[in-house]
T-cell receptor, first 115, second 111 residues
Framework: DAGVIQSPRHEVTEMGQEVTLRCKPI?????LFWYRQTMMRGLELLIY????????DSGMPEDRFSAKMPNASFSTLKIQPSEPRDSAVYFC?????????????FGNGTRLTVT | GQSLEQPSEVTAVEGAIVQINCTYQ??????LSWYQQHDGGAPTFLSY????GLEETGRFSSFLSRSDSYGYLLLQELQMKDSASYFC????????????FGSGTRLSIRP
């Protein structure tokens, strides 16, 4: 089991550029979550999918953010245009089923710096 | 409201016992989970309490009391490698499968 795989690990970009973060969940997991972590706001849930379908995107900060899950093994989080306040660590996590005790399995995260 | 409160920092001595609390105002959730995150790493699942009471997993134990609106993570025989941030998390009844995390507690261990 390779775990949740995220790429890139680090991304440095200039304000106004488009950023695409990628995630491969654990095979067989049917839930996928995108979180953002900053010192000020902690771990914030941005959006989650069930069986590739977006269920709740109420945490997406604004229209500059979008997420897709074209198939069970791949998801993207896109920021266009990026702004310095988007600088954070973005985590993807997956889980199996919707049981109360289904733990989240996190990827190693993408550290995004927008200058 | 639907938020989880934790102390921001806790310091303890190697070999000692430390308790990290998690308090909330609304108890409409399925269960309380705990995650550990080392600096630069990803959160990893530690434990889950569906019911009130104590759950033990090795040196770590977790407790939940819905009537008292709090839970805690207990770490025994502290080791330097336990220095990390610890987060409580819940899935609120009103939020389907959304898993919301507390503010996190940074645990520093002194020799």
């Amino acid at each position: 089991d390779a775990g949740v795989i995220q790429s890139p690990r680090h991304e440095v970009t200039e304000m106004g550029q488009e950023v695409t973060l990628r995630c491969k969940p654990i095979s067989g997991h049917d839930y996928l979550f995108w979180y953002r972590q900053t010192m000020m706001r902690g771990l914030e849930l941005l959006i989650y999918f069930n069986n590739n379908v977006p269920i709740d995107d109420s945490g997406m900060p604004e229209d500059r953010f979008s997420a897709k899950m074209p198939n069970a093994s791949f998801s993207t989080l896109k920021i266009q245009p990026s702004e310095p306040r988007d600088s954070a660590v973005y985590f993807c996590a997956s889980s199996l089923g919707d049981r109360d005790n289904s733990p989240l399995h996190f990827g190693n995260g993408t550290r995004l710096t927008v200058t | 409201g639907q938020s989880l409160e934790q102390p921001s920092e806790v310091t303890a001595v190697e070999g000692a016992i430390v308790q990290i609390n998690c308090t909330y105002q609304t108890s409409g959730f399925y269960g309380l989970s705990w995650y550990q995150q080392h600096d630069g790493g990803a959160p990893t699942f530690l434990s889950y309490n569906a019911l009130d009471g104590l759950e033990e997993t090795g040196r770590f134990s977790s407790f939940l009391s819905r009537s008292d609106s709090y839970g805690y993570l207990l770490l025994q025989e502290l080791q330097m490698k336990d220095s990390a941030s610890y987060f409580c998390a819940v899935k609120w009844y009103s939020s389907a499968s959304k898993i919301i995390f507390g503010s996190g507690t940074r645990l520093s261990i002194r020799p």
